[in-house]
């Protein structure tokens, strides 16, 4: 079953501009992950937060999570073309025996 | 990083035949592969977890006769679509895990995927 849900479903913006991307879920976990998917292709690992800590950075991302509200957002900061993708967060909340559990998505569209 | 690969990345087949995919991870063991569909303009569903030597694990609504998982080794797995009708035609994806969630190794790898088509 989808347990995240990543609002907005899409978002168009110019390049340059920072683009945020909200998370929620349901249930209890391990670790949350977000996820990029480029038309057709398979998923890249963009960061892992795990349920102890609130906020990660990794280049122009940047990722938070509130486990008390059970959200996570995920930042990209100064966009460019090529951060046009599908991004997706996905949580193992389920004892880590199991796969993830992937939210709906968000399609993000750079404008050049 | 960790690499993982699928094959094939294209399939085409009749309706009726088996379609067997394998999923591998390239430089590193992986002490569980996951095996996800997605349909188009949707999110990836799990369909299965494999630990090498043992039998898969299938999720809810997964006919475990249906989609046929041999995990032969830690570096593959294998999803096998039997007697394929074109309700399976559909995006299927793998992905491997280092280590135990918890662990620094607790990243899912995921293969670039294969597309299945069931005319």
């Known amino acids: 079953s989808q347990q995240g849900e990543e609002d907005p479903q899409a978002l168009s913006i110019q390049e340059g501009e920072n683009a945020t991307m909200n998370c929620s879920y349901k249930?209890?976990?391990?670790?949350l992950q977000w996820y990029r998917q480029n038309s057709g292709r398979g998923l890249v690992h963009l960061i892992l937060i795990r349920s102890n800590e609130r906020e990660k950075h990794s280049g122009r991302l940047r990722v938070t999570l509130d486990t008390s509200k059970k959200s996570s957002s995920l930042l990209i900061t100064a966009s460019r073309a090529a951060d046009t993708a599908s991004y997706f967060c996905a949580t193992d909340g389920r004892g880590g025996a199991d796969g993830l559990t992937f939210g709906k998505g968000t399609h993000l569209i750079i404008q050049p | 990083g960790a690499v993982v690969s699928q094959h094939p990345s294209w399939v085409i087949c009749k309706s009726g035949t088996s379609v067997k995919i394998e999923c591998r991870s390239l430089d590193f063991q992986a002490t569980t592969m996951f095996w996800y569909r997605q349909f188009p303009k949707q999110s990836l569903m799990l369909m299965a977890t494999s630990n090498e030597g043992s039998k898969a694990t299938y999720e809810q609504g997964v006919e475990k006769d249906k989609f046929l998982i041999n995990h032969a080794s830690l570096t593959l797995s294998t999803l096998t679509v039997t007697s394929a009708h074109p309700e399976d035609s559909s995006f299927y994806i793998c992905?491997?895990?280092?280590?135990?969630?918890?662990?620094?190794?607790?990243?899912?790898?995921f293969g670039p995927g294969t597309r299945l088509l069931v005319l």
């Open positions: 992905s491997a895990r280092l280590g135990d969630v918890g662990s620094r190794q607790e990243t899912q790898y």
């Open positions: 249930t209890s976990i391990n670790n």
